[in-house]
């Protein structure tokens, strides 16, 4: 079975989803699971985990009843207000549901000190007893204040996102490089092998140039904690569902079948408790 470890389902709202720019317009659209079936199937990828794309209760609820009507979406990583001083009830009531594997909130958007605020902590601790992963979504100049961040957490399992947006545009690998590899000591940090093509230039981008930051995160992570993802809609920017498969696949050519199998299920299924 292969697993999509991150993809995203909505209905568009220019108020909801205002990050989607200008130079995204393609995407201002809804994108419902009748949408992903298909590229999917074509795909020959089996199931997927559906991440938050809006820092609402309402989209998580909505993701958690799309994986009530479809078994393919095996997992929610959801939204909570974490800093919120009544979070550990509501974690628990949204935790009694089997779905939800994981929590984000969008640390791209914050300052770095957010990571260091009390209350966002004191939330992040509530997860640990639910068994709930944390996805850190940052951009790649964000990397020492994660680390910061998972330090005080050692026992909280935490997916990087995006393999945390390196400038790919700029063609720079350092200091995103050295801090990834930094990151990626902490045995309770996960890796996902998404969002790649879209840092770099939408139209114009090509294997040669993602496949040196590719090789960083596989050298950093190793299959054992990196996995698959297609970041699909936003990827339909860039590339097609199918052929982002299919570059992953190229680049894991090289990898025996064990690890091809972590990297496209075992780490995935492990990082979010999925049987």
Excluded at 48 to 74: N, P
Aim: aromatic share 10%.
């Amino acid at each position: 079975m292969r697993i999509d470890a991150h993809q995203h389902f909505w209905r568009y709202s220019s108020d909801e989803y205002s990050w989607i720019d200008d130079a995204m317009a393609a995407i201002r659209r809804d994108f419902l699971p009748s949408d992903l079936a298909p590229e999917m199937a074509a795909a020959s990828i089996d199931s997927v985990i559906s991440v938050q794309a809006c820092q609402t209760i309402a989209e998580t609820e909505a993701l958690l009843d799309y994986a009530a009507q479809h078994s393919w979406i095996t997992g929610v990583v959801g939204w909570v207000p974490l800093a919120h001083p009544a979070i550990a009830d509501l974690l628990a009531r949204l935790a009694a549901n089997p779905r939800l594997k994981g929590i984000r909130h969008v640390l791209q958007a914050e300052p770095d000190a957010y990571m260091d605020r009390a209350d966002f902590n004191h939330g992040l601790v509530q997860l640990r007893t639910l068994n709930l992963t944390y996805d850190l979504l940052i951009l790649h100049h964000q990397l020492p204040a994660a680390i910061r961040l998972v330090d005080r957490h050692p026992n909280q399992a935490f997916v990087l996102d995006h393999i945390a947006k390196p400038p790919i545009r700029a063609e720079e690998l350092q200091p995103w490089a050295h801090n990834l590899a930094d990151l990626a000591r902490r045995p309770n940090v996960f890796c996902k092998l998404s969002g790649v093509a879209t840092e770099a230039d939408y139209a114009t981008w090509t294997y040669a140039q993602i496949l040196p930051y590719v090789e960083v995160a596989l050298e950093a992570f190793t299959p054992a904690r990196l996995m698959f993802g297609s970041d699909w809609p936003v990827c339909r920017v860039a590339t097609t569902y199918v052929d982002w498969v299919r570059t992953v696949e190229r680049f894991a050519a090289s990898l025996s079948d064990a690890e091809c199998e972590a990297l496209f299920h075992t780490t995935a299924a492990r990082a979010y408790h999925i049987a």
